[in-house]
């Protein structure tokens, strides 16, 4: 598995040049896991989460080898970067290739910046 280590522009809550303090960032983490090692990896993700405010959704599809699954990190979340770090490397042995990371900020409605 490889991950790409978080960054400061990429961490929830923190600004960066191109992104004004005001519009707060959600991470979004997508991999596969194999179906065969979903109650592992749920265990595994949970254990790591620490009560933490981290969401998991699966990719609503048929696929009946590999689910897609997705962490999202809230700009609420204290710390997101070492949240993330602990689930990664929690979840190492099960993701299928890559973790994937997309950071967004809310331009509009509920969070966006005014």
Do not use: K
């Not at 990429?10 to 005001?22: F, H, K, Q």
């Not at 979004?28 to 009560?51: I, M, P, S």
């Amino acid at each position: 598995m490889t991950s790409s280590p978080p960054t400061r522009a990429s961490a929830p809550g923190t600004a960066s040049p191109d992104r004004p303090a005001g519009a707060p960032v959600e991470l979004y983490v997508y991999y596969r896991v194999h179906t065969n090692d979903l109650a592992a990896a749920l265990a595994a993700f949970e254990q790591a989460r620490a009560g933490q405010p981290v969401r998991l959704l699966q990719r609503h599809d048929n696929d009946p080898v590999f689910q897609t699954w997705m962490e999202i990190y809230g700009p609420a979340l204290p710390d997101a970067a070492d949240a993330e770090r602990r689930i990664a490397a929690a979840l190492g042995a099960f993701a299928q290739g890559p973790r994937h990371r997309e950071a967004f900020a809310a331009v509009a409605g509920p969070g966006a910046a005014r």
